[in-house]
């Protein structure tokens, strides 16, 4: 039964991780790019479906309406602005820069939003729905789970049928034969970097309800982002996909069995062991890079 | 030869420099302190990062474990102070071969995303451990060593600058050494490196265990110097990016941008730190202390230094990837 309930738990908060993973691993995959300022950008979603419940009495799921839009162009135009200049900088060079984004980012939050953690009440925050067979499924969970699926489901067919999404794959495949079949990359790369950003705002918006926000809160969200990355194999959108569930239900099975306080470092040690044993990741194709 | 001459010069200027400033002022000696001990941090960085171009976003690891190695071996067994060095210098060495032994495999993105996960898992199991204080940290009322009184400024000044004396000695005579060569060859082209014979990873963990060695020592120095650790001042990852940034200011793989970058940035950050600039603000006029522009920027002044690290940081990458230093040398 505790399995049963861990094993629900994961799943569903592993939608969500899934959702920033995604986000980070499209914004490797096309523009090759390590994003360190993926768990700030989680970090405003969270404040801006705050902003919203609290000033508009929006609902911090209807409010997914205005954030995606919103958070698409302040990607889009954060590319234009910077990330795009470092395009074909060392790789490190590009880490500083989203490194130095994301200190501004959440201290920006910091000076204007202070420390103190801010607390999204809605009427359904802890209520959970009780099965007959004894589980406990949070409603809130359940509902950023049902989203989550939803997005991801349009991403996907947004990415295998649309043109624009074609030429993201095939940017992302081979940056060079992508500009000579005519596909403009530059806008791809800021296409690709807002939705990173809408995903990872989203994924923000959906835990606001169930957790402290607070300028720093997208720390421990990007270094589990990326464990999602490597886990699912840098760059591959499905592989991320399936890394969240995975890093959601190991994280929620560390909790149940070895302790609260223990349930990152578990997700780090799987970080370095998939590193060691499978560098490409569950579904990575290139090896070693 | 040359560079080990203006080595020692500087060493003896900086060895003076107390004599004029006096005991009196130990508010200069301590940010004095601070930038000797973040320029060693950083120039011990640049060996792993500028050289074998393997930018490790981790070394706060190794800083924690040597001020929490010595810090620990002195509370709970009373041993000296330099056994509780040695024993932290190990440790760094432990951390830096099982890093090391994972990732030097690996390319690009993968080394310093490791880095950070062998990082975050030694700050949150100290976190979570009782031996090592937990989140209260490990407070220490005094040290001696030799009844030498060590709660003085002094001899961490001293100790601080012969750490990065020895730092950059081992920097220029690595980088004249087959091992420097071998390095920077690594840093150019990995592939190259590699077809002719070069072995990456024993090189890189060589790179990675003088520079993880170095960087305990000066965690040991510091534990001793304020004698108060805990996980956010000694293993936090926002240290790695700072010692990180140092380097990148003065200018990546040289002997002296580490140096002249935290001589530029820890000042920079202690005048923000004690609201320096707000209060020079109000002196000149600029600003009305009761304003509300005066009164907002005393009470978030101060917090605001990690923030200009952050504006810093992207100006830099934009427009001075090479550093400071990197100005002055068109060829490399």
């Known amino acids: ?289 | 030869m040359k560079q080990a001459l203006i080595i020692a010069l500087f060493a003896a200027f900086t060895a003076l420099l107390p004599l004029f400033i006096g005991e009196e002022n130990p508010y200069i000696i301590g940010i004095m302190i601070s930038v000797l001990m973040m320029a060693a941090l950083s120039s011990a960085w640049n060996i792993i990062g500028g050289f074998a171009g393997q930018f490790s976003f981790g070394h706060a690891a190794y800083f924690g474990a040597g001020a929490y190695t010595t810090l620990i071996l002195i509370y709970s067994f009373e041993l000296n102070p330099l056994i509780g060095a040695a024993a932290g210098m190990v440790v760094a060495a432990l951390i830096a071969l099982i890093t090391g032994s994972i990732v030097f495999g690996l390319r690009g993105h993968y080394f310093a995303l490791a880095s950070i996960a062998v990082a975050e898992i030694i700050r949150l199991s100290v976190l979570n451990f009782e031996f090592t204080g937990g989140a209260q940290g490990i407070l220490l009322a005094n040290v001696t060593l030799w009844g030498l009184d060590l709660n003085s400024k002094t001899p961490f000044y001293y100790g601080m600058l012969l750490l990065l004396v020895v730092t950059l000695t081992v920097t220029e005579y690595l980088r004249k050494s087959k091992t420097g060569y071998y390095l920077q060859a690594i840093r150019e082209d990995q592939d190259a490196a590699s077809s002719l014979g070069i072995n990456l990873a024993l090189y890189k963990n060589r790179a990675l265990l003088i520079s993880a060695l170095l960087t305990s020592v000066a965690g040991s120095l510091y534990a001793l110097y304020i004698r108060f650790i805990d996980t956010s001042a000694v293993l936090d990852l926002r240290l790695s990016i700072e010692i990180i940034l140092t380097a990148i200011i003065g200018g990546v793989g040289t002997l002296w941008g580490p140096v002249l970058g935290a001589l530029l940035l820890v000042p920079l950050a202690e005048a923000l730190r004690s609201n320096m600039i707000g209060d020079a603000l109000v002196k000149l006029g600029l600003v009305s202390e009761t304003s509300s522009v005066g009164i907002f920027l005393n009470d978030n002044l101060a917090h605001a230094h990690v923030l200009v690290y952050g504006i810093i940081t992207v100006l830099c990458i934009l427009y001075l990837p090479k550093g400071i230093l990197g100005l002055f040398r068109r060829v490399k």
């Open chain 1, 1 to 289: 039964m505790l399995f049963l309930q861990a094993l629900v738990s994961g799943i569903l908060s592993g939608g969500v991780y899934a959702l920033a993973g995604i986000g980070m691993s499209l914004v490797f995959g096309v523009m090759n790019i390590s994003n360190f300022a993926h768990g700030d950008l989680m970090m405003l979603g969270m404040y801006l479906a705050y902003f919203a419940f609290t000033l508009l009495h929006i609902d911090p799921y209807l409010a997914l309406l205005l954030i995606i839009p919103v958070s698409f162009l302040f990607g889009f135009i954060l590319e234009k602005v910077f990330i795009h200049r470092v395009i074909d900088h060392p790789h490190q060079n590009q880490i500083l820069l989203t490194i130095g984004l994301g200190l501004i980012m959440s201290n920006t939050a910091l000076l204007a939003f202070t420390s103190d953690p801010k607390i999204l009440t809605t009427t359904y925050s802890s209520s959970a729905i009780n099965t007959a067979s004894g589980l406990s499924i949070s409603v809130p969970l359940l509902l950023s789970f049902v989203i989550t699926s939803v997005i991801t489901a349009v991403l996907y067919l947004f990415l295998a049928k649309s043109s624009t999404g074609m030429a993201l794959r095939a940017t992302s495949q081979n940056r060079e034969a992508a500009q000579l079949m005519g596909i403009n990359v530059a806008k791809m790369s800021a296409i690709a970097f807002g939705i990173g950003t809408a995903l990872a705002a989203t994924a923000g918006a959906l835990i606001a309800p169930t957790y402290y926000i607070h300028p720093l809160a997208g720390h421990s969200f990007l270094l589990k982002s990326f464990t999602i990355c490597v886990l699912g194999g840098l760059g591959s959108v499905v592989g991320a996909g399936v890394g969240g569930i995975i890093i959601g239900v190991v994280e929620s099975m560390a909790a149940t069995y070895i302790s609260t306080d223990w349930k990152d470092v578990v997700v780090f040690v799987l970080f370095l062991t998939v590193l060691l044993f499978r560098p490409q990741g569950l579904f990575g194709k290139k090896g070693g890079q």
